[in-house]
C-alpha cells in the first residue's frame, strides 16, 4: 500500500468530519490528541506512536502560531504552522491532521468526538481540555508514557546557550 503525501493528510474541519463520518461508518475507533509539535523529538515520536496503538485512526490537532505564541512565549513557535502540520502528518501513525487556532481545542474535541482521547501523562486528568465531553459520550481518557528529560522549551533554550561555532 502507498503511503499518502503528508500535505494531503492536513484537512480542513469540515473535511475532517467527512473523513471522520467514513471512519465510523467503518466501524473504526478515533483517537484524537493534540499539542504544538514546534520541534520534534524522541518525546513527540513515542506519543504519537502510542496514541495510534490506542485505535484505528489518529487525528492530531496542532496549535496554529498565533495560539502557540499565546502559550509559551514570543519567540515561539520556531517552525510556522503549515511546517509544523506537514512534518506530524509524514508520521506513517498519522491519519488526519489538523490545525486550531483557539487557546485550547475543545471546539476541534467537540467535532471530532473521538473514542480515545490522548495526552502526554505530564497532563494530570483533571487538566486535561476535553475530558468531560470524551467521557460523556461513552469515549475515554488516555495519559501516554512521557520521555522523562526531553522537551522542545529544552532544546531551545540548550540551543540558545551554545556558543556558536567559528568557521574552518
Known amino acids: 500500500m502507498?503511503?499518502?503525501?503528508a500535505r494531503t493528510k492536513i484537512l480542513t474541519l469540515?473535511?475532517?468530519?467527512?473523513?471522520?463520518?467514513n471512519s465510523r461508518a467503518l466501524g473504526q475507533r478515533i483517537v484524537f490528541t493534540n499539542g504544538c509539535f514546534d520541534l520534534l523529538h524522541i518525546g513527540h515520536v513515542r506519543s504519537l506512536e502510542s496514541a495510534r496503538a490506542l485505535g484505528d485512526v489518529l487525528?492530531?490537532?496542532?496549535?496554529?502560531?498565533?495560539?502557540?505564541?499565546?502559550?509559551?512565549?514570543p519567540d515561539r513557535?520556531?517552525?510556522?504552522?503549515?511546517?509544523?502540520?506537514?512534518?506530524?502528518?509524514?508520521?506513517?501513525?498519522?491519519n488526519w491532521v489538523v490545525g486550531f487556532a483557539a487557546d485550547t481545542p475543545i471546539r476541534l474535541i467537540k467535532a471530532v468526538r473521538p473514542d480515545?482521547?490522548?495526552?502526554?501523562?505530564d497532563w494530570s486528568l483533571d487538566t486535561i481540555v476535553g475530558r468531560e465531553e470524551v467521557e460523556l459520550t461513552g469515549g475515554r481518557v488516555v495519559r501516554l508514557p512521557v520521555v522523562k528529560g526531553i522537551r522542545s522549551t529544552q532544546m531551545i533554550e540548550k540551543i540558545r546557550r551554545s556558543p556558536p561555532r567559528r568557521k574552518r
Do not use: H, W, Y
Open 59 to 73: 487525528v492530531v490537532g496542532i496549535n496554529l502560531d498565533a495560539s502557540v505564541r499565546r502559550a509559551k512565549g
Open 2 to 5: 502507498n503511503a499518502l503525501p
Open 14 to 21: 469540515p473535511r475532517l468530519e467527512t473523513e471522520l463520518s
Open 77 to 94: 513557535p520556531v517552525n510556522p504552522a503549515r511546517t509544523r502540520m506537514e512534518v506530524v502528518a509524514a508520521f506513517q501513525c498519522v
Open 116 to 121: 480515545v482521547l490522548a495526552k502526554g501523562g
